[in-house]
């Protein structure tokens, strides 16, 4: 075990984590340079195309130092805030973390919120300054920033290109010199944490597992702490990045294990694996259970896939623990899922998951964040759409969630940033200046992050401001539900919670944006928006106009009114029966009804 090294790779989006990643394992000899891509531990297809990481991946490897063959068990970690809970998880199965900071961009929001993240857990952290081969480089500035905005000793920081493998055996010298083996655990009998799950069609469901105490062989019965549940080990091994089958995993490692579990709730992730003679073995520190922030519904376009959405849900969330979902109605839509997720790049990558790798075709309703409701009666109610909303006369007040932003931009960038963030209801608590950047804290409703807030700070600062939030409280805020009637019919899946002062300036985009993706029938079709009883902004969708008198050469003008009468009476009778069908744009034009710039 003195040979052992844990450390997961964290930084900020496009910092280079995968690229580090695929340097070490050429380094140790995972993979033959023939068999070497770029990303080679970015898996998912949406990962490749997107060029994120969206799940951690772990790799063993072998390295030899001065005669000396140490192992190496790494752990590529996503950056996107929306991804922070697959971070949480892969440092709680290490000792260490190189923290990657782009040596051309310097320190940004979110490498500091994974940076604490290791730091609380105890992990001791490497800085690692990557990116030193690009011309704009400047590893004395970006050290400064690492000691003045994180506040860790970054003297000794080491300078790297993943890209040409510039300073890479220091970076792994500094790995075995830094990062401490895995502590000798008291209890002698098996202790092994779930880090994380996926389903495989013909192996049923896969864990992978860091063992902190004891060893287990292949073939041996371990137990399920949580539920008691009790399987064989049918196979155990190490990513290397290929499989490689082991017999036997020892105290520190981390791999895989295969039971033949077919249920997809049998091996939590975040649970402990005991061998079943030793059931009375205690159980490990699990994970925090994450708490959604963003809900949408998801409705099949065939209702005939009701059931294999379901299934596909079940092993998505299996493999992702921060996606919740329960059953939903809709008059219009059908039967569908409210679905939570940690933000919307999350919905967006699970959508398209779903999409891609279970051949779904969906409808998706805009975003939503749960609220707080204190009812008259005293009751308190958390709901997660405005169709659980109770009715004007029940409610005493609803309470939204206020989260803390912390914005970092170049200090020419910070008049815009503060006017963005007022106008999103955004209230200042601190600027500070820190080396070269400044660092914005911010206030602010949830509900008005999770539209269009990112790419608005994106094009206000030119791609140079990040943000990283946390959740603070629910507060008293004067909120409204407002409905879209679309045809004198409300369309549940449209309705909106919002702030009474922005009702109306939103009820009329939502109007206009909707009066351009509705189809045009052979009758007109209204297009209301309601606060309670009160129309509050009205659109109309032109009817097609067909030419009934064309066919008149002449004679009484009575002729013509008669064919004009008749053709009235038919566009009436047509309204009463019509059905108006919502293409998939009417959902979506909620996500940019908000044009302030």
């Known amino acids: 075990m003195d040979n052992l090294r844990n450390f997961s790779i964290i930084a900020h989006i496009d910092h280079g984590k995968s690229t580090l990643s695929d340097r070490i394992i050429e380094k140790c000899g995972g993979l033959s340079k023939r068999e070497m891509k770029s990303q080679v531990l970015d898996t998912l297809e949406l990962e490749r195309e997107r060029g994120i990481t969206i799940k ?59 940076c604490y993240k290791a730091i609380d857990l105890g992990l001791e952290v490497i800085p690692v300054i990557n990116k030193i081969d690009l011309p704009q480089s400047d590893p004395d500035k970006v050290k400064k920033e690492i000691e003045e905005i994180i506040g860790i000793d970054a003297s000794d920081a080491i300078c790297v290109s993943a890209k040409d493998g510039t300073g890479l055996e220091e970076l792994i010298e500094q790995i075995i010199l830094k990062i401490p083996p895995p502590k000798l655990s008291k209890i002698q009998d098996l202790q092994a944490l779930i880090i994380d799950s996926w389903y495989d069609n013909f192996l049923g469901v896969i864990s992978l597992i860091r063992i902190f105490s004891g060893e287990l062989k292949s073939g041996e019965k371990f137990t399920v702490k949580s539920n008691g549940q009790s399987f064989s080990a049918d196979s155990l091994g190490v990513f290397t990045p290929k499989k490689s089958p082991r017999e036997i995993l020892h105290s520190g490692e981390v791999g895989y294990l295969v039971a033949n579990v077919k249920d997809l709730k049998s091996v939590p992730v975040g649970d402990t694996i005991v061998l079943t003679k030793k059931r009375e073995t205690p159980q490990l520190d699990g994970f925090e259970e994450v708490q959604p922030q963003v809900f949408a519904s998801f409705f099949p376009i065939d209702s005939n896939d009701y059931q294999s959405f379901r299934e596909a849900l079940m092993k998505l969330n299996l493999n992702d623990a921060s996606l919740t979902f329960e059953p939903e109605n809709s008059e219009i839509l059908g039967s569908g899922f409210r679905c939570g997720f940690l933000g919307t790049l999350h919905l967006e990558v699970v959508k398209e998951r779903l999409e891609r790798e279970y051949g779904l075709d969906l409808i998706t309703t805009a975003p939503s964040v749960s609220y707080e409701v204190i009812k008259t009666n005293g009751d308190e109610l958390m709901i997660s759409s405005p169709a659980e909303l109770p009715t004007p006369n029940e409610i005493h007040q609803i309470k939204e969630p206020i989260i803390r932003s912390t914005v970092l931009c170049p200090d020419k960038y910070v008049g815009d940033v503060i006017e963005l963030a007022m106008s999103k209801r955004g209230v200042q608590k601190d600027l500070q200046y820190l080396g070269g950047q400044v660092s914005i804290v911010f206030e602010m409703p949830l509900s008005e992050i999770v539209m269009d807030f990112f790419d608005m700070l994106k094009s206000k600062s030119q791609g140079y401001a990040s943000v990283d939030f946390v959740f603070l409280r629910y507060q008293h805020s004067d909120l409204v539900r407002v409905d879209v009637a679309v045809n004198s019919l409300v369309v549940d899946s449209l309705s909106a919670i919002m702030h009474r002062s922005d009702a109306q300036r939103r009820g009329r985009e939502i109007a206009k944006r909707l009066k351009e993706v509705i189809p045009r029938q052979m009758f007109e079709i209204p297009i209301q928006i309601m606060l309670g009883s009160k129309i509050i902004a009205r659109e109309s969708v032109k009817a097609f106009r067909k030419n009934v008198t064309a066919k ?28 108006v069908s919502l293409p998939q744009e009417a959902f979506l034009s909620f996500l940019s009804t908000d044009k302030r710039k």
């Open 552 to 579: 008149l050469y002449g004679g009484d003008v009575t002729r013509k009114k008669k064919l004009l009468e008749k053709q009235k009476a038919g566009k009436k009778k047509m309204k009463q029966i019509g059905k």
């Open 56 to 114: 951690a991946q772990s790799v063993a490897l072998d390295y030899i130092s001065e005669d000396k063959k140490f192992s190496f068990n790494l752990i590529d970690t996503p950056g996107h805030v929306d991804f922070s809970y697959e971070v949480s998880r892969s440092l709680a199965a290490c000792e260490g973390a190189l923290l990657v900071v782009d040596g051309s961009q310097g320190v940004e929001a979110q490498t500091l919120s994974t």
